[in-house]
């Protein structure tokens, strides 16, 4: 039931953002300055000829790291990569295979 309603939340509100950026550019689009629609038309441009994965990949690394900074919150992608350090470092002692810092050189 919680994927059911991830899955309406994050298409409510993706459909709610396109339809808010949607209707700046048009309003941009239409106005007096010829940077903003110089602005506007390059951003359609790049997006409409840019396939959907490519946008996605291209974002996909980190892509709430910059977010949650920005927020003052950590960075979830380094909470999980301490996490899996500590998961792997907790089997590595349970077979008794750990060795301090100074052994590894």
Partial sequence: MAGLRMTLLLGISTILASLVI?????????????VLRALVNGFVVVFRN??????ILSRRPRPYGALARALGRPDPAAARDELAR???NTVLAEKGEVFAPEDDA
């Fill in 50 to 55: 840019t396939p959907p994965l490519v946008q």
């Fill in 22 to 34: 949607g209707a700046v550019g048009a309003l941009l689009q239409s106005g007096p300055s010829r």
């Fill in 86 to 88: 500590d998961a792997a």
